[in-house]
């Protein structure tokens, strides 16, 4: 607990008037956690600069920031700051270009495990990956635990934020890919054609992929499932399916 306190500090910004001068001076902030009922007083004006800034704003129970905050005194609120500045979906197209490859692109559906998001960010970044993209919301950001868990990975590989992940998946569709969920109802993925410019889509780590952004995927592949246990964890299905396209590259 102790060591997990101490890691989340070089990410959290605590306090009314740091969590102000920090939008103020344009750091890049994932979200911003409030207190339920404390949209009152100066609050009230930080949110105002966030909606402005479109930054995230969720309410939750004082008891998180609390945690979050590892003892130092919140005033009701906390803003996360990323560990690296988002890039663009244009910018993972440019590296794909730079190299002279078609793009291969990994796409996530609300990971919210850090861990599991970093982890993926290795080994995009090892399989020849251009490029991760995340929501905006109900998604793990770029915090200390994922740079950690990416061991690195998160200075090379751009991760791109978008505010609506169908309407991103329809624009890569758009852009030539052919965009591949990843599901358990599906295609064996040893037999899927991967070659070209290709996207895969990974769901949540509880609920999969969201309805409709498997409908708006060209295809649907699975992992065999021989054992009782009937998933596989997100980083680690993502990984296999990543070293697939590799491979057939």
């Known amino acids: 607990m102790e060591k997990k306190l101490k890691e989340s500090k070089s990410d959290v910004i605590a306090g009314r008037n740091p969590v102000s001068e920090a939008i103020k001076s344009g750091r890049n902030i994932d979200k911003i956690l409030i207190a339920k009922g404390a949209k009152t007083g100066t609050i009230v004006g930080i949110l105002a600069k966030a909606k402005e800034k479109k930054i995230p704003v969720r309410e939750v129970d004082s008891k998180k920031l609390d945690f979050l905050s590892g003892g ?3 005033q009701g609120i906390i803003a996360t700051a990323s560990v690296k500045e988002y890039q663009t979906v244009d910018d993972i197209f440019s590296l794909a270009k730079s190299r002279g490859e078609d793009p291969f692109v990994i796409v996530l559906d609300e990971i919210e495990d850090p ?3 970093g982890a993926i960010i ?4 090892c399989a020849g990956a251009h490029g991760v993209i995340i929501p905006e919301r109900r998604s793990a950001t770029l915090n200390y635990t994922v740079g950690k868990a990416s061991a690195g990975a998160v200075e090379y590989l751009p991760v791109a934020r978008v505010r609506n992940l169908v309407n991103c998946i329809d624009d890569l569709r758009d852009r030539g890919l052919w965009v591949f969920g990843a599901d358990m109802n599906g295609t064996d993925y040893t037999k899927c054609d991967f070659k070209g410019s ?3 889509v990974i769901g949540n780590e509880g609920k999969g992929l969201g309805r409709l952004v498997k409908e708006h995927c060209d295809a649907i ?3 065999p499932i021989k054992g009782h246990i009937d998933s596989l964890n997100a980083s680690v299905a993502a990984g296999i399916l990543m070293y697939q396209i590799a491979q057939q590259r």
């Open 122 to 125: 290795r080994t995009a970044e």
């Open 221 to 223: 592949v699975s992992l």
């Open 115 to 117: 861990h599991n998001l």
């Open 72 to 74: 130092t005194v919140h």
């Open 198 to 200: 290709v996207a895969i």
